[in-house]
Nanobody, 123 residues
């Protein structure tokens, strides 16, 4: 499994961004995919996860009501649409493929990780 996260950048508070997680080898199509983020000096925190068929979605507290996770099975890509960004959202965002069809909030449930994409929100 090779996951490639992209779409990060420098934005202003209140802006939106859409992150993408592409599975170039199409081996995570039967697995959940999750997004996590890690700010400098902090632990890697859960953001959102989506099940293999898109029917099961979980959000972390930081993402509720602002972020939307989705997946396109035809291209094996998972998206994270982020709106209302604040400086507290500044972090490296990672996508990861879960060990099973339905993901959880726990990092240990994810086996393969992408390289991360930097999101920086200025005030």
């Amino acid at each position: 499994v090779q996951l490639q996260a992209s779409g990060g950048g420098l934005v202003q508070a209140g802006d939106s961004l859409r992150l993408s997680c592409a599975d170039s080898r199409r081996t995570s199509s039967n697995n959940a995919v999750g997004w996590f983020r890690q700010a400098p000096g902090k632990e890697r925190d859960f953001v959102a996860t989506i099940s293999w068929n898109g029917g099961g979605i979980l959000y972390g507290d930081s993402a509720k009501d602002r972020f939307t996770i989705s997946r396109d099975r035809s291209t094996n890509t998972v998206y994270l649409q982020m709106t209302g960004l604040t400086p507290e959202d500044t972090a490296v965002y990672y996508c990861a493929s879960a060990r099973s069809a339905y993901g959880s909030r726990s990092r240990s449930d994810y086996r393969y990780w992408g390289q991360g994409t930097q999101v920086t929100v200025s005030s």
